[in-house]
């Protein structure tokens, strides 16, 4: 009786070329089968194409007879079936070091299904079995398995234990691709959420304190968790952390997440500080964790099922990016490892990202999320002035959201209990969401009538009332001009200027390479553009490390002179100096006033 399921066989064929070897056996093909991988990988909005990176695939017989197999489309694959099974061969080029795709050398395998196992079209609903082989050569012998993908049942002779190779079991197509793998000798530890296993993995080199960071994840977890009042169904959540000298991402998964994370942010043995590389970690694992419930099964109506052959916009990436974005930090307070005075500054970076950018005013937040594909995943020098980040901004609209709830249900709801009803009402059952469902959700179970906000923030660019609703909470949002393009906001600044450049810049070998150049600064005013390389301001040399200085010893009305190389020219430039925008944010907060803000950042009972 032939299996009633799809065979995946994964085996490292060359390290030092970078190739995986991938055997797909179809037990009852089509008489004109297509196969074909995914375009894009959810989560991260443009097109990969990773099927660039498939060679010498052939189509056999069970009698290792070749079959005719040709291209209909970049990423799909015809084969002319006689009848019987098939097995479809093919090679994997895995060189992609990012959440994303798939990457192999002598050191560790690690693999998104998107990138590596094509589906079979027409039958993508049928369980896949996997087999992951163990490597043969001498630097994979301490090699283990680590994944959220279940175990495949005992009757499989080849059933992997847990971290073995071996035989791995998926429900359908989305689900094998829907589990990273990463194979190495791994440092782990298992902490216990809710009842559930949860596993840190780590690859790459490190002397992290492990036991600080799983505590601290447990707390974090906790308080993600009692948003929602509850985990999805799932067996155990694994967090597959790379570790690199310089990196951050992350990408979620229904059961995991794969991030990257630079080594100096990692908390040693013996450390107590709370750095601020350590904070961006936790948050960072907030984020993708918060995803389990928002996004990943809370879900837009437009991905279910997910098209991964094509561009699917959505307009609603602010709130899955953007209110995920607000919960990541609000957890780190919520959990206590962050406190109050270090979680406003950790806000206030976050206005300031949003505030620097005179794009807020050309892209209404929608925009941004429907663009994602074309504007947001492929920015350019002009991104700043151009676009607006669903993230950023999508966090800052997601707080306004939270306290003008409480403020107009007199504290008795917040944006807890919209992300709770969420889950009961589409989470769990699988329902999309539309584009007014959240609206709708507030004003039909809360009885409140919030279309003036909505209004205001998504349809237009005006900026979001955050100083008016703050003020509530006894905390004042303030704003001064950066004294350098490396402040960040979020405290007052030590040293107060009357101008600057408004630029970032690159250190070069010439001088300071500007990189963005604000709309309406001293650079723009001054036409200068990003790639000029500034070599002197008024005829003295300045590098990356001294220009913004140089520039910030003048006064407003003082005429400067920049020379500066574009492309293999010098040009001068002159400008007379301006006020520097206060587009740099902190906050004031009486901490004796902790009362009326911890009735913000507490959960809320979410009891009627």
């Known amino acids: 009786m032939l299996p009633d399921h799809h065979h995946y066989r994964i085996a490292v064929h060359d390290a030092a070329a970078h190739l995986f070897e991938v055997t797909l056996t179809i037990a009852k093909p089509l008489a004109s089968q297509s196969v074909r991988l995914p375009d894009w990988i959810p ?65 560790h395998g690690f693999f998104n299904g998107t990138s590596v196992f094509l589906e079979v079209v027409g039958q993508s609903e049928l369980p896949c079995l996997l087999s992951i082989i163990q490597p043969e050569f001498a630097e994979a012998q301490n090699w283990r398995v680590a994944t959220s993908m279940p175990l495949a049942s005992n009757e499989h002779p080849q059933a992997a234990k847990l971290y073995g190779f071996g035989d791995y079991w998926s ?7 829907d589990h990273p793998v990463e194979m190495c000798d791994f440092d782990s530890i298992v902490f216990e959420v809710a009842g559930i296993p949860h596993e840190l993995v780590f690859y790459g080199r490190q002397r992290a304190d492990l036991d600080r960071i799983a505590r601290d994840l447990t707390a974090i977890c906790e308080a993600q968790i009692a948003v929602f009042g509850e985990l999805p169904e799932i067996e155990r959540y694994v967090f597959l952390v790379t570790v690199l000298g310089e990196g951050y991402g992350g990408l979620e998964h229904r059961s995991s997440t794969a991030l990257h994370c630079a080594r100096a942010d990692l908390p040693l043995v013996g450390e107590d500080k709370l750095s601020d590389g350590y904070k961006t970690f936790l948050g960072l694992c907030s984020h993708e964790y918060f995803h389990t419930w928002n996004v990943k099964r809370i879900k837009p109506a437009v991905f279910l099922p ?9 307009p609603l990436l602010w709130a899955f990016e953007g209110i995920t ?37 050309k892209q209404t937040v929608t925009e941004s999320s429907y663009d994602a594909w074309t504007r947001f995943y492929q920015q350019d020098e002009n991104a700043p002035n151009a676009i607006v980040s669903y993230y950023t901004k999508g966090a ?23 992300m709770a009803l969420l889950w009961q009402e589409h989470g769990r059952p699988g329902v999309g969401v539309e584009e007014d469902t959240i609206q709708k959700l507030i004003k039909e179970r809360l009885n409140l009538d919030l279309s003036d906000f909505f209004s205001m923030a998504l349809e237009t660019t005006d900026d979001l009332p955050l100083a008016e609703l703050l003020a509530d909470y006894g905390v004042e949002l303030c704003w001064q001009a950066a004294s350098r393009y490396s402040d960040l906001g979020g405290k007052p600044s030590e040293q107060e200027v009357s101008v600057n450049l408004g630029a970032t810049v690159q250190q070069h070998a010439l001088g300071a390479k500007l990189r963005f150049v604000y709309h309406q ?16 301001v008024d005829q003295l040399k300045v590098t990356s490390a001294n220009i913004e200085s140089r520039v910030a010893s003048y006064q407003v009305g003082d005429t400067i002179q920049f020379h500066a ?8 430039f002159e400008v007379e100096l301006q006020a520097a925008d206060n587009n740099t944010a902190y906050f004031n907060y009486d901490e004796q006033n902790s009362d009326t803000v911890a009735g913000w950042l507490t959960p809320s009972s979410k009891g009627e």
Not at 171 to 177: M, P, S, V
Not at 521 to 536: E, P, Y
Not at 565 to 572: A, I, T, V, Y
């Open 306 to 314: 997910y098209d991964l052959t094509r561009e699917t916009h959505t």
């Open 171 to 177: 429900q359908d197509y989305d689900e094998l691709i």
């Open 43 to 107: 989560g991260s909005y443009m097109i990969r194409d990773f099927s660039k990176h498939i060679n010498q695939l052939t189509a056999y017989d069970l009698d290792h007879k070749p079959l005719t197999c040709h291209k209909s489309s970049k990423s799909t694959w015809v084969i002319a079936c006689e009848g019987g099974p098939i097995s479809v061969r093919y090679y994997v080029y895995a060189w992609d070091l990012s959440v994303r795709g798939a990457h192999l050398d002598q050191t």
């Open 396 to 418: 800052l609209l997601a707080l306004c959201l939270d306290l003008l709830i409480r403020k107009r249900s007199e504290q008795k709801y917040s944006l807890d209990h919209v």
């Open 565 to 572: 190389f574009r492309r293999d020219e010098l040009m001068s």
């Open 325 to 361: 974005s607000y919960y990541d930090e609000l957890a780190l307070v919520r959990s206590g490892v962050l406190n109050e005075q270090e979680y406003l500054v950790m806000l206030a970076k976050t206005v300031t990202r949003v505030y620097r950018g005179s794009g807020r005013f």
């Open 521 to 536: 600064s001293t650079a723009h005013r001054a036409g200068l553009s990003s790639g000029d390389i500034v070599i002197a």
